[in-house]
């Protein structure tokens, strides 16, 4: 609970610290509509955030906003980031490759999208 009160937190302040151009502005709307479902709970709210991820444009600015959350390393900046995107009980049902029966999380949106703040 306390990587997503963060995660929206430094979201949030991001938003308001901002000029934003009209175009700008849409895309941080819909970055706004994903940032309230986080942490994911659901498979349905899993598969709606992964739809508006397909746009290129809503993917790079949450991948900005996500590029201003800080940690030391890069192994707290995963815990955070997964913390903060899906719950325990949806987490727990993938894996990064699907072992054990579970399901691959690497093919998913979210994950290049860890990836490319991990790599930022």
């Known amino acids: 609970m306390y990587c ?60 900005q906003e996500m590029a201003l959350l800080g940690e030391n390393t890069v192994k707290h900046m995963t815990i955070k980031l997964m913390y903060g995107i899906l719950s325990n009980k949806l987490g727990a049902l993938y894996s990064w490759e699907g072992q054990k029966g579970k399901r691959i999380f690497k093919t998913l949106k979210l994950a290049s999208l860890v990836i490319s703040k991990l790599a930022y």
């Open 4 to 63: 997503k009160r963060q995660l929206v937190e430094m979201l949030t302040k991001n938003r308001q610290t901002e000029v934003v151009a009209d175009n700008e502005a849409d895309k941080t709307d819909l970055t706004q509509v994903i940032t309230t479902k986080l942490p994911l709970k659901y498979d349905e709210d899993l598969q709606e955030v992964e739809e508006k991820l397909e746009d290129v444009q809503v993917f790079n600015a949450l991948a």
